[in-house]
Nanobody, 114 residues
């Protein structure tokens, strides 16, 4: 499984961005897809996940502002981010979970200016 993330950039506080992650390879084996982020000097942490059936889970800090979605026909997962805050600044990583392994995409940098 290979994951390719895109969509990061520089945005002002209060703005929006949409991240995309495309999966290729043995995509039939992916059960859960998600987004994680790592800010400078901090550990990587959960942003949101979505299962094959569409069940979602969000970090408390992004609930009501971020929306994760999945397009199974295109093997993609998206993260719509609204009302961005400077504390959302981080490298965002997509992740695919199978029964055997976890797969990570390369990160995409999101910078929110105040």
């Amino acid at each position: 499984v290979q994951l390719q993330a895109s969509g990061g950039g520089l945005v002002q506080a209060g703005g929006s961005l949409r991240l995309s992650c495309a999966a290729s390879g043995s995509i039939f084996s992916i059960n859960v897809m998600g987004w994680y982020r790592q800010a400078p000097g901090k550990q990587r942490g959960l942003v949101a996940t979505i299962t094959n059936s569409g069940s979602t889970n969000y970090a408390d800090s992004v609930k009501g502002r971020f929306t994760i979605s999945r397009e199974n026909t295109r093997n993609a997962v998206y993260l719509q981010m609204t009302r961005l805050k400077p504390e959302d600044t981080a490298v965002y990583y997509c992740k695919g979970v199978t029964n055997l392994y976890d797969y990570w995409g390369q990160g995409t940098l999101v910078t929110v200016s105040s």
